[in-house]
C-alpha cells in the first residue's frame, strides 16, 4: 500500500507540474501581429503593404500600398497597382506576352501575397 500511495504522490507531481505555457505569444497577446513580412528579398509593412512578386525573364519583388482595411485578395489588383505606384507595366498583358495571376490572404498573419507570372505567347 506505502509503494502505490507513492506512485500517486509521484504522479500528481508530475501532472502539477506538465501545466501548458504561452511562451509563444507575443506581448502576451495572441492575436498581434507582426508590424512587417517577408516579401522575397524585401520586407513589407504588414497593415498597410501586400507583397507583390513579378515573374519575368527574372525574378523581382515590390512592396505596394493598400488600405488598412483591406483583408483580401478582392481589395488589391496586382497589374493595376503595380502600373499607378511604380510606373511598371510588367502585369499588363499584351498580344504576345499572357499573364498569369495568383493571390494569397494568410489570416495567420492578415497578410496578402501576389504575383504574376508572364508568358511569351506562341
Known amino acids: ?51 507583390a512578386t513579378i515573374v519575368t ?8 500600398n493598400k488600405k488598412a482595411s483591406c483583408t483580401s485578395c478582392d481589395c488589391v489588383n496586382l497589374d493595376t497597382d503595380l502600373t499607378a505606384q511604380t510606373g511598371r507595366q510588367d502585369c499588363t498583358a499584351t498580344a504576345r506576352l499572357d499573364v498569369y495571376f495568383t493571390c494569397a490572404y494568410y489570416d495567420d498573419v492578415d497578410y496578402i501575397k501576389t504575383s504574376c507570372t508572364v508568358r511569351a505567347r506562341y
Open 1 to 51: 500500500m506505502k509503494a502505490t500511495t507513492r506512485y500517486l504522490v509521484l504522479l500528481s507531481m508530475l501532472v502539477v507540474g506538465c501545466g501548458g505555457s504561452n511562451g509563444d505569444d507575443v506581448d502576451g497577446d495572441p492575436h498581434s501581429f507582426p508590424e512587417t513580412l517577408e516579401c522575397g528579398d524585401i520586407s513589407c509593412k504588414r497593415a498597410t503593404q501586400y507583397c
Open 57 to 64: 525573364a527574372v525574378t523581382s519583388h515590390v512592396c505596394l
